[in-house]
């Protein structure tokens, strides 16, 4: 079955960087989008970007935009995140979430369970 | 941005009560949204896609309705295990958006 399972959260301090990584099992991964989706503590859930199936096209929320970098290997179906720049805002846990098929719209049927990123000096 | 408006933001329910949720779209999303649940410490599941579509597994008791701007989301019949929070989420356009959720409670 669809398995998604993140790696890689931790405690960093503010202005550092980080890398989560999000493997993908029981499916054909390149052939999905695949987001990243954020949640702080005791909010709601806040989607981040998207990289589509052949990791040709990317769009991200402002609040990431420049600071947030997504990337993909269809080879070893992982998703990454690459975040620089890291405010005490962007404490969450981070999910990665399947999105559609090939080109179509589509939501998120499948989540990971989530990886905590904690920004604190 | 497309915003969605959830409502309302918490209620208070019993065993085999029939709860509503609503959530409107600042535009026309056609039928791109989605419904998730979502328990404490845990992922959020999804239930309902393309507005009115139960996702595989997912009890009867649930259903979601609606297109263009508003939508709604049903359980018939809430059971215990049904106290979470709920949220819609719209894949009309990016940015993807989603309801600010609504916490079901005893």
């Known amino acids: 079955q669809v398995h998604l399972v993140e790696s890689g959260g931790g405690v960093v301090q503010p202005g550092g960087s980080l890398r989560i990584s999000c493997a993908a099992s029981g499916f054909s991964f390149s052939s999905y989008a695949m987001n990243w989706v954020r949640q702080a503590p005791g909010k709601g859930l806040e989607w981040l970007a998207v990289l589509s199936f052949d990791g040709r096209d990317k769009f991200d929320a402002d609040s990431v935009k420049g600071r947030f970098t997504l990337s993909r290997d269809n080879s070893k179906n992982m998703l990454h995140l690459e975040m620089s720049n890291l405010g005490v805002e962007d404490t969450a846990v981070y999910y990665c979430?399947?999105?559609?098929?090939?080109?179509?719209?589509?939501?998120?049927?499948?989540w990971g369970q989530g990886t905590l990123v904690t920004v604190s000096s | 941005d497309i915003q969605m408006t959830q409502s309302p933001s918490s209620l208070s329910a019993s065993v085999g009560d029939r709860v509503t949720i609503t959530c409107q779209a600042s535009?026309?999303?056609?039928?791109?949204i989605n419904w998730y649940q979502q328990k404490l410490g845990e992922a959020p599941k999804l239930l309902v896609h393309d507005a009115s579509k139960l996702a595989t597994g997912v009890p009867l008791r649930f259903s979601g309705s609606g297109s263009g701007t508003n939508f709604t989301f049903t359980i018939s019949s809430l059971q215990p295990e049904d106290f979470a929070t709920y949220y819609c989420h719209q894949y009309d356009d990016v940015p993807l958006t989603f309801g600010g959720g609504t916490k079901v409670e005893i």
């Open positions: 535009q026309d999303i056609l039928n791109y």
């Open positions: 979430a399947r999105g559609g098929y090939g080109d179509e719209r589509g939501g998120f049927d499948y």
